[in-house]
């Protein structure tokens, strides 16, 4: 506010000086002409009048001689101050009008506004740098969680876009650079509900200047990076960036896990994914030779991951100089002699991973009329191209935005979430397959809400409470429908940390314990009535003991009694 009133003073010093010294010179001026003859005696204004003469006269309201005619003198006076105050008055107000459209006010006063819409949040929130199509994911992904969170982007026109969003939430969102320190303050990097900060611009140098500055404004906050080059992961990684995402590896890695592990690839998929929606049942890419087409960032992890599960590996690369390839065919890939030489009619995948999302579908379609069972892995670099990439139809679409943003959610939703996937992925494909089954028949097929609590007095006061009086709370306990116990709501308890021990998939009869932190995976109605039954001790006594306990003091009295 401080700055806007600056601003405004700075900008109108000239006109409020002229309006002033030519409303003074009128003023003084008219006090000093001689008017009509009054009772024998010249009579003068006084100042007061003098002022409220001018007044009416320069703004062109108008409102006659008052408080008597005025003289001749007085009039010609009148006249002159008529073109003097008129004309600097009117240039004061065009000079208004000029700051008004000036774009540092506008800037000034709509970082005000929104620095006074994230200071009033009183839940937790995530600051988004970048509103992309990664940022644009994962904001509508937590929205749909109901969970907050405040945009920061460079271009005004992805502001606009995310103004026109029909979001359950008003976003406060602010067109700026992120890097600035001052920003991210006004942000709410300082906010006592900030939860974390995402760095998800499509600059590794901008994601690293956030971190970084992040990192010094508040330690404590929890900071999200999306890196693509290892010289950055590096420098975000030394100033204790949390979590350091690479789309590349993470789908590498992913790729892998189809091949070897379908059902824990999954179940990754469906707790990371955006609530109610129903998730497409993924494919298994085959074991043999693949040729991998583009050998940069992407190619590498590919070949990575794939040379891991013991598959053989071609690769097609243009520019071998610089992306340090030593053994590859030359060429891009979109032509058939290229592929012919790659061995593709003998292949059983194809991976077009170029940074040209034209040149990947040319490389597939070319590679498709030559081996019509080609497994087809393909990059999408631009999310506008979707409907080129639908048409085509490949087995698996990579699009760096979808993983990136899964990738935050598993961590933003609960941190007990993102520790739940990293030690199923430990587990074997059969663990994994048997829990979907087990969540599917629960839950049903559509994308379930993930949540976490932490047994205390401030997070769930009726289990807090019980423990405390030695009633022994399970998790079948919490399962159980708040209006009637003898059905089971639609949740699964999917780990519980207690200290140091994380118990992955704990059995209904587990007994809980103050400060055991719980995750649980569920629809939404399951949620909140657990929610309901954890924090009320009647519902949560009716539930362990099958018996209700009377409101009022007058109804305890009078049952204490009958049981007398």
């Given amino acids: 506010m401080n700055n806007i009133i600056f601003l405004i003073l700075r900008r109108m010093r000239i006109p409020l000086i002229a309006v002033i010294v030519s409303f003074g010179f009128a003023v003084g001026g008219l006090t000093l002409m001689p008017g009509i003859i009054i009772d024998g005696e010249v009579s003068y204004l006084s100042l007061f009048q003098a002022f409220y003469i001018i007044s009416y006269t320069a703004t062109t309201i108008g409102f006659g001689e008052v408080p008597h005619e005025f003289?001749?003198?007085?009039?010609?006076?009148?006249?002159?101050?008529?073109?003097?105050?008129?004309?600097?008055?009117?240039?004061?107000?065009?000079?208004?009008?000029?700051?008004?459209?000036?774009?540092?006010?506008?800037?000034?006063?709509?970082?005000?506004?929104?620095?006074?819409?994230?200071?009033?949040?009183?839940?937790?929130?995530?600051?988004?740098?970048?509103?992309?199509?990664?940022?644009?994911?994962?904001?509508?992904?937590?929205?749909?969680?109901?969970?907050?969170?405040?945009?920061?982007?460079?271009?005004?026109?992805?502001?606009?876009?995310?103004?026109?969003?029909?979001?359950?939430?008003?976003?406060?969102?602010?067109?700026?650079?992120?890097?600035?320190?001052?920003?991210?303050?006004?942000?709410?990097?300082?906010?006592?509900?900030?939860?974390?900060?995402?760095?998800?611009?499509?600059?590794?140098?901008?994601?690293?200047?956030?971190?970084?500055?992040?990192?010094?404004?508040?330690?404590?906050?929890?900071?999200?990076?999306?890196?693509?080059?290892?010289?950055?992961?590096?420098?975000?990684?030394?100033?204790?960036?949390?979590?350091?995402?690479?789309?590349?590896?993470?789908?590498?890695?992913?790729?892998?896990?189809?091949?070897?592990?379908?059902?824990?690839?999954?179940?990754?998929?469906?707790?990371?994914?955006?609530p109610e929606r129903i998730l497409q049942s993924p494919v298994c890419p085959p074991i043999g030779k693949w040729v991998v087409c583009g050998y940069g960032r992407f190619g590498k992890s590919i070949v990575k991951n794939l040379q891991r599960e013991h598959m053989t590996t071609v690769i097609v690369e243009a520019n071998p100089e610089l992306t340090g390839c030593k053994e590859y065919i030359l060429g891009s890939g979109a032509e058939a002699r290229t592929l012919e030489e790659a061995g593709i009619r003998d292949a059983v995948g194809i991976v077009a991973g170029t940074d040209n999302d034209i040149n990947n579908l040319s490389i597939v379609i070319t590679a498709r009329e030559i081996n019509p069972d080609l497994f087809v892995v393909i990059r999408k670099n631009k999310r506008y191209n979707d409907i080129l990439f639908e048409q085509f139809r490949a087995d698996i679409s990579m699009q760096p935005s979808d993983i990136i943003a899964h990738e935050c959610l598993a961590h933003m939703v609960s941190p007990l979430l993102a520790q739940f996937l990293l030690l199923a992925r430990n587990q074997s494909n059969k663990w994994a397959n048997q829990l979907i089954a087990h969540l599917v028949s629960v839950v049903g097929e559509q994308v379930p809400e993930t949540w976490s609590v932490t047994v205390d007095y401030h997070s769930v006061p009726a289990v807090a409470t019980l423990i405390s009086q030695g009633i022994t709370v399970s998790l079948d306990n919490l399962r159980r429908d708040p209006g009637n116990r003898d059905i089971q709501l639609d949740l699964v308890?999917?780990?519980?940390?207690?200290?140091?021990?994380?118990?992955?998939?704990?059995?209904?009869?587990?007994?809980?314990?103050?400060?055991?932190?719980?995750?649980?995976?569920?629809?939404?109605?399951?949620?909140?009535?657990l929610a309901y039954v954890m924090n009320d001790p009647k519902t949560l006594n009716y539930i362990i003991s099958g018996k209700e306990i009377p409101d009022s003091l007058v109804w305890r009295w009078i049952s204490q009694k009958l049981k007398e």
């Fill in 71 to 274: 003289s001749t003198m007085q009039r010609l006076w009148m006249t002159f101050s008529i073109y003097l105050t008129v004309i600097v008055w009117f240039y004061a107000i065009g000079k208004i009008i000029t700051l008004f459209q000036d774009v540092s006010l506008k800037i000034a006063v709509t970082t005000a506004r929104f620095a006074k819409s994230v200071k009033s949040l009183s839940e937790p929130f995530y600051i988004i740098c970048g509103y992309g199509e990664t940022g644009s994911l994962l904001v509508n992904a937590l929205d749909h969680k109901n969970i907050r969170v405040v945009v920061i982007d460079i271009l005004q026109l992805r502001i606009n876009e995310l103004e026109l969003e029909d979001f359950q939430y008003d976003i406060p969102a602010l067109c700026a650079d992120a890097c600035l320190p001052d920003i991210l303050i006004k942000a709410g990097a300082r906010h006592p509900f900030c939860a974390g900060v995402a760095a998800l611009t499509n600059n590794d140098q901008a994601n690293l200047a956030i971190a970084i500055s992040i990192k010094l404004v508040n330690p404590a906050l929890m900071v999200l990076g999306r890196a693509e080059n290892v010289e950055t992961a590096s420098n975000m990684a030394s100033f204790g960036t949390d979590h350091i995402i690479n789309p590349y590896t993470l789908f590498g890695e992913y790729l892998a896990m189809e091949v070897h592990a379908l059902g824990t690839y999954l179940l990754h998929e469906w707790l990371t994914g955006v």
């Fill in 493 to 529: 308890p999917l780990m519980v940390v207690r200290e140091n021990d994380h118990i992955l998939l704990p059995d209904y009869t587990f007994q809980i314990k103050r400060r055991d932190q719980i995750l649980f995976c569920g629809r939404t109605s399951a949620k909140n009535a």
